[in-house]
T-cell receptor, first 123, second 112 residues
Framework: QLQLQESGPGLVKPSETLSLTCTVSGGSISSKSHYWGWIRQPPGKGLEWIGSIYYSGSTYYKPSLRSRVTMSVDTSKNQFSLKVTYVTAADTAVYYCARHPYNAEVPYYFDYWGQGALFTVSS | DIVMTQSPDSLAMSLGERATIDCKSSQSVLYSSNNKNYLAWYQQKPGQPPKLVIYWASTRESGVPDRFSGSGSGTDFTLTISSLQAEDVAVYYC?????????FGQGTKLEI
C-alpha cells in the first residue's frame, strides 16, 4: 500500500523559508507513470495546488507562486521536497503531498495523499 | 486559470435521500482527442486528507461505494450520492486537471 508522509518544522518566521519533505513508502518515486505534487489548505479554507514534479526533475508550478517555490526530488531516498521562500501569514496552511498518474500528457488527478502537516508562519 | 465553481456551498439532507452537488468550469475540460473530461471529485472528512472519489468525470475510484456517481461533460458536472449514509458527511471538491494550474472548486459541505 502506497503511503506518503510530510515532514518539516511546523513553525516558520515571516520572510524565512518553509522547507517540507514528502517520504514515499510502498512504491517507487522513480515510477515513469506518476508525478508527485504539493497541495495546501489554509485553515478552514479550500485546496490550492502548488506544484508537481517528475522523478527526472521536470516540474509544473502554479504561476502565482513560481517566483517563491522550488521543488526537488531525491530518488535515492524516495523523497521529494518543497521550498517556499519569503513566507507570510498567507502561507500558513496544512500542506499535503500527493501522487498523480501520468501518461505523456499533463499529470492527472491525485490518487494518493499524505495525511498533511500544518505549517504556521509566525514571529 | 480555469475557475471551478461549485453549488451549493452547503447542503443539509436526511439519511437515505439523494444528494447532488454541481460543479461548473469556466472553460471546457473535455479533451476532444480522447473524448475524456479531465474532472475529478474528492471527499474530505474533518481532520483527514482529501480522498479521490471520481475521476474522468464518471469513473469511480476503487473501493468507493456505488452510491457515488459522477456525470456531465464539457463545463457542467454533477456528483450524486444516491442514498445518503451517515459516513458521507464531508466536504466535497471538484478539480480540473485539463491544464495547469490545477484548480479546485471552493467545496460543498454536506451535512445530515
Amino acid at each position: 500500500q502506497l503511503q506518503l508522509q510530510e515532514s518539516g518544522p511546523g513553525l516558520v518566521k515571516p520572510s524565512e523559508t518553509l522547507s517540507l519533505t514528502c517520504t514515499v513508502s510502498g512504491g517507487s518515486i522513480s515510477s515513469k507513470s506518476h508525478y508527485w505534487g504539493w497541495i495546501r489548505q489554509p485553515p478552514g479554507k479550500g485546496l490550492e495546488w502548488i506544484g508537481s514534479i517528475y522523478y527526472s526533475g521536470s516540474t509544473y508550478y502554479k504561476p502565482s507562486l513560481r517566483s517563491r517555490v522550488t521543488m526537488s526530488v531525491d530518488t535515492s531516498k524516495n523523497q521529494f521536497s518543497l521550498k517556499v521562500t519569503y513566507v507570510t501569514a498567507a502561507d500558513t496552511a496544512v500542506y499535503y503531498c500527493a501522487r498523480h498518474p501520468y501518461n505523456a500528457e499533463v499529470p492527472y488527478y491525485f490518487d494518493y495523499w499524505g495525511q498533511g502537516a500544518l505549517f504556521t508562519v509566525s514571529s | 486559470d480555469i475557475v471551478m465553481t461549485q453549488s451549493p456551498d452547503s447542503l443539509a439532507m436526511s439519511l437515505g435521500e439523494r444528494a447532488t452537488i454541481d460543479c461548473k468550469s469556466s472553460q471546457s475540460v473535455l479533451y476532444s482527442s480522447n473524448n475524456k473530461n479531465y474532472l475529478a471529485w474528492y471527499q474530505q472528512k474533518p481532520g483527514q486528507p482529501p480522498k479521490l472519489v471520481i475521476y474522468w468525470a464518471s469513473t469511480r475510484e476503487s473501493g468507493v461505494p456505488d452510491r457515488f456517481s459522477g456525470s456531465g461533460s464539457g463545463t457542467d458536472f454533477t456528483l450524486t450520492i444516491s442514498s445518503l449514509q451517515a459516513e458521507d458527511v464531508a466536504v466535497y471538491y471538484c478539480q480540473q486537471y485539463y491544464n495547469t494550474p490545477y484548480t479546485f472548486g471552493q467545496g460543498t459541505k454536506l451535512e445530515i
